[in-house]
């Protein structure tokens, strides 16, 4: 039974809706403070679990250094890094000026924590998601001294377990061992660059000084270099460690360590100021040797694993050809190769083309320390006319299927610009094949090419080999590509091994297998792809196997199938100004070759360090030193093996034309031997019509005979007639006498001497082979000719008839004279009263 009014009802209602939305709102706040208790046990739990499973870290693990093992291709071990070059600290002995800088830069809160930061790992990932990516880490010296120990900084194993593992150890030592004992722990197992490790053996090879000696900017700089030893190498790179180093200052001071004053006055000295010649007495006979590979190792295995081969105590196996290594080492430092000077550089790079594996690498000569400047894969100058079969004539073939007889004129040109372009000769050629232009490395027809194609589809071809050209501060390229472009001598090489397998680009490589000190094996694959079509591979080869021994005269190698590309680069003229070189004088900046064979290929480059210093310029031999690198490196690599061609793929066709004709053209039955030339073709794209523009067979006249009528005085001549609608072309000493179809002419002859005759047939614009006769009139044979005459003409009443109807003699009366064998054609172009004919 229901009581009371409806309005009463109603606002019974009303009260008792509130009520209701706060039980549903106790239950939710309930709910996740439930959900957030259950996850609190469950992240114990788990860490718990994982931390039951954490390794055993020891004393030993903690004072010692975790060494990487670096392996050649057949396995054998060729280098252990690790701190076999180290001094270590006592407690104690740490200056206050590097505590500071250090726990500046890497751990302000270090003496606050107990072996995990949760203020730095909040902060830290505050500053990663308002950057977007990670930027910062939330590691505490003790957490990095737990990896350096015992863990991998692998990137993939940087899980949640192995994180629990580490805080959990970092936990435990932040009980065993003081805060000072842990620094000092830390600081002694840095690495800094240049094979060394350790605070105190850095600041005795850099600044040649005890440790307990150094000042403020040597602090900061010993702080910064850890992060990313290679990178702040003060010595490979003092301007990236002097911002390094002033970064560590600037922090300090932000954080009151440092005042204003000591501020700027340690920024003011230069790091190169700061470092003394390092002593190098720890290196081993193949350390010099082995750098420049190291250091492309090093890079590798940072890109791909974001590992650190001189910290993380990995076994590295590298594609390294090690006797070979060692003999590219030794050709560009023992006098092999004749540098005329230790100030001249090189840097060389050898792949194995089927499988894009660095054998060889070499980044610089005449240096005596680890670690150095690798120019192999950080050299930034420019590749000279090794480009053009990348960025112009490559391109042409692959997109618009241009032959190796494509006509191309070297002549006067420009740029789009209106810039002009020369040739390296300031000469032009003319009508030229493609396969003459590039061959002979000419400037103008490279342009064209390049023009024909287009700056995007060029562009499009590069990219696929993994060259990225930069104008303008953007990815493209610009008309003077066609003749130059930046790339480093493993791109370079690894372009050309794309080249000689046919296409197929293999992207160079070091490491084939790394073991991390956690167990884990990383196997790493070739990247593979199609660059260009084989048949454009094989048009380039088959051009660029013209170039050694005839433009590249010290890249020859006998018996050998091999083939390259040279290129060199131009001062300006301001350029040639500055360094006061006269402009008869030959001077170039850099010297390239880039050569390969069916197995090989090889770029190196010679030049000087800065090529506007006076003196530090190439002269044309000094260019040629690339050829003779690659000469001695391709005869070691080469010496046990059977060389073998290439082999023609069934997308190309070889041809017969006739040359400098556009549209392309089979030779004509009189297209002279000079102008004939075998050239290849993608497949369909071959000519079919026939050029006419030295004519078609004419056949040679018959019966040709001619004799010296005594009684007359003449010359008598006769021949067989012709079918055809041409006439008979009768020239005597090189003047024509007679043109028409008759078969008969007398010539008076009263002069003693040679007579030449010579008899062709024309028909249109085509001429027959030339019979020729020479008779020789001597006086004697004049005077007794007279005395015979009128017997001759009293005993007989036989005439012959002139072609002009004209009463003639016969030419039975006397012997004709012996027909000689008939001549070449001529060019109907030339003038009938030319002697030549």
Not at 421 to 440: H, M, P, S, V, W
Not at 538 to 548: A, E, H, Q, S, T
Not at 677 to 705: H, R, Y
Not at 709 to 729: K, L, Q, R
């Amino acid at each position: 039974m229901v009581t009371g009014s409806r309005v009463e009802r109603k606002k019974y209602q009303k009260r008792k809706r509130p009520n209701r939305g706060r039980k549903w709102f106790k239950r939710i706040i309930i709910t996740i403070i439930a959900l957030a208790f259950i996850c609190v046990l469950g992240g114990a739990g788990l860490f718990g679990y994982y931390a039951m499973n954490a390794p055993d870290i020891s004393a030993e693990d903690l004072r010692g250094q975790v060494s990487s093992k670096i392996f050649d291709k057949d396995g054998e071990l060729i280098k252990e890094l690790g701190g076999q070059n180290r001094d270590l600290m006592a407690v104690g002995e740490v200056p206050q000026v590097l505590k500071e800088a250090v726990l500046a830069i890497e751990d302000a809160r270090f003496y606050q924590h107990h072996g995990v930061d949760p203020i730095r790992i909040v902060g830290a990932l505050v500053a990663n998601l308002r950057a977007g990516e990670i930027e910062q880490g939330g590691s505490t010296i003790t957490q990095q001294l737990v990896k350096l120990s015992v863990f991998s900084t692998d990137f993939q194993d940087q899980t949640i377990e192995r994180k629990a593992q580490e805080a959990w150890l970092s936990l435990q030592i932040e009980q065993e061992y003081s805060k000072d004992e842990i620094l000092t722990l830390y600081l002694n197992k840095l690495f800094y660059s240049n094979n060394v490790y350790g605070a105190k053996t850095a600041s005795k090879h850099f600044f040649g000084k005890p440790l307990a000696e150094i000042n403020l900017g040597e602090a900061a700089l010993l702080a910064g270099i850890p992060q990313a030893p290679s990178e702040y190498d003060p010595y490979s790179h003092p301007e990236i460690a002097q911002e390094r180093r002033d970064l560590v200052l600037d922090v300090m001071y932000e954080r009151d360590l440092i005042n204003e004053q000591e501020l700027s006055q340690a920024k003011a000295i230069q790091v190169e100021d700061m470092l003394v010649p390092l002593n190098e007495t720890g290196i081993q006979a193949n350390d010099l040797a082995i750098d420049a590979y190291l250091d492309v190792v090093a890079q590798e295995v940072q890109d791909k694993l974001n590992l650190n081969i001189y910290t993380d105590g990995l076994e590295v196996y590298t594609n390294m050809d090690f006797a070979a290594q060692k003999h590219l080492y030794n050709i560009v430092n023992d006098g092999t190769v004749p540098f005329p000077n230790d100030q001249m550089q090189t840097a060389s790079s050898v792949i194995d083309v089927n499988t894009g594996h660095l054998i060889a690498v070499i980044g610089g000569r005449k240096q005596e320390v680890t670690m150095g400047l690798n120019r192999a894969n950080t050299l930034n100058r420019s590749v000279g006319s090794t480009m053009k079969p990348l960025s112009a004539y490559g391109p042409a073939i692959e997109y618009l299927n241009f032959s190796t007889g494509t006509l191309v004129k070297d002549e006067p040109y420009e740029y789009s610009s209106g810039d002009p372009i020369e040739n390296y000769d300031y000469a032009f050629k003319g009508d030229q094949t493609l396969r003459e232009a590039l061959a002979g490395s000419r400037n103008i027809p490279a342009l064209k090419m390049l023009q024909a194609v287009g700056l995007d589809n060029a562009y499009a071809f590069l990219q696929k080999m993994d060259i990225h050209i930069l104008n303008n501060n953007q990815r493209e390229l610009v008309e003077a590509n066609a003749i130059g472009g930046e790339m480093t001598p493993i791109q370079l090489s690894a372009a050309y091994a794309t080249i000689a397998n046919y296409g197929t680009y293999n992207k160079p490589s070091a490491v084939r297998q790394v073991i991390t000190s956690a167990g884990t094996v990383e196997d790493f694959q070739t990247e593979s792809r199609e660059a260009m079509k084989d048949s454009t591979a094989y048009m380039l080869i088959d051009i660029l196997k013209g170039v050694p021994g005839n433009f590249a005269s010290r890249s020859d190698i006998e018996g050998l199938h091999h083939a390259g590309k040279t290129g060199t680069t131009n001062y300006t003229e301001d350029q040639l100004a500055q360094l006061d070189i006269d402009a008869s004088t030959y001077a170039a900046p850099d010297g390239w070759y880039a050569g390969m064979t069916p197995q090989y290929a090889i770029a190196s480059w010679v030049g000087y360090d800065n090529p506007l210093e006076p003196g530090h310029y190439l002269s044309l031999a000094d260019t040629a030193l690339s050829q003779d690198i690659y000469r001695e490196m391709m005869t070691f690599l080469t010496r046990n093996a059977t060389s073998h061609d290439w082999q023609q793929p069934s997308s190309v066709v070889e041809v017969e034309i006739e040359k400098y004709t556009d549209p392309i053209m089979l030779p004509g039955p009189r297209t002279p031997e000079n102008l004939r030339s075998n050239e290849l073709f993608v497949k369909g794209q071959e000519p079919t019509e026939i050029s006419m523009t030295f004519g078609q067979d004419v056949p040679a006249p018959t019966g040709f005979n001619a004799y010296y009528d005594a009684a007359s005085h003449s010359i008598v001549m006769s021949w067989n007639p012709m079918s055809g609608s041409g006439h008979f072309e009768l020239s005597v000493n090189g003047s024509i006498i007679y043109t028409g179809p008759g078969t008969s002419f007398v010539m008076p002859a009263e002069d003693i001497g040679t007579y030449t005759l010579r008899l062709s047939y024309v028909e249109g614009n085509n001429r027959s082979d030339t019979m020729v006769i020479t008779l020789t009139l001597t006086e004697e044979l004049s005077s007794s000719s007279e005395e015979s005459s009128e017997d001759e003409e009293d005993s007989s009443d036989e005439s012959a008839t002139n072609p002009d109807g004209t009463p003639g003699d016969d030419p039975a009366l006397n012997p004709p004279a012996e027909q000689q064998p008939g001549e070449t054609p001529t060019d109907p172009n030339t003038s009938p009263t030319d002697p030549s004919l």
